[in-house]
């Protein structure tokens, strides 16, 4: 009889080391899924600081360079906007902007005034017209056709990050 309760004893101890073991293989698999998880949310919360850290970057440039052209007199940027440049001038600074994505203080302030001017103007006009194209649907149609992010961002003079963020906002 005691070999018979010795017998069930020991199988019973040995059942028992088998549930501690998967419950030990279990909790440590959900220690690694919760450490994973914490290294993504890290990574993406460094990634997200690093990125509104660029805009701030973007954004402070802007104002200084905005600020140093209101500073100029207004005269010296109306004749800076006459003057025609040589053809092969602009072609150095097509390629320029080609390899740098970042447009020209002065394209950027000049293409502000003109849509500024435009839009005061037109305000009765563009309520009529059909709907045109937005800047997101330009960046996706393009995307589309096959044009990488820099050329995309040359193209429609925006910053690479700034395309970057519409296509990912697309997905």
């Known amino acids: 009889m005691t070999a018979f309760w010795i017998a069930a004893l020991f199988v019973l101890q040995i059942g028992g080391f088998y549930l501690i073991a998967l419950l030990y293989m279990r909790i440590s698999k959900l220690d690694k899924t919760e450490k994973k998880q914490q290294r993504i949310m890290t990574e993406m919360e460094d990634s997200l600081a690093l990125y509104i850290t660029e805009v701030k970057e973007e954004n402070a440039r802007l104002i200084e360079q905005i600020t140093k052209i209101q500073q100029k007199p207004r ?86 990050t700034e395309v970057e963020l519409i296509l990912k906002f697309k997905r």
């Open 75 to 160: 005269n010296a940027v109306s004749k800076a906007e006459t003057t025609s440049t040589p053809a092969s001038q602009k072609d150095e600074t097509a390629a320029a902007v080609y390899f740098n994505p970042k447009p020209p203080a002065a394209k950027v302030l000049n293409s502000y005034r003109s849509q500024q001017q435009s839009s005061a103007a037109n305000t009765e006009e563009l309520i009529t017209e059909p709907k045109q194209e937005t800047e997101f649907e330009t960046v996706y149609r393009l995307y589309d056709e096959g044009l990488s992010m820099d050329e995309i961002a040359s193209r429609l003079e925006k910053g690479k």
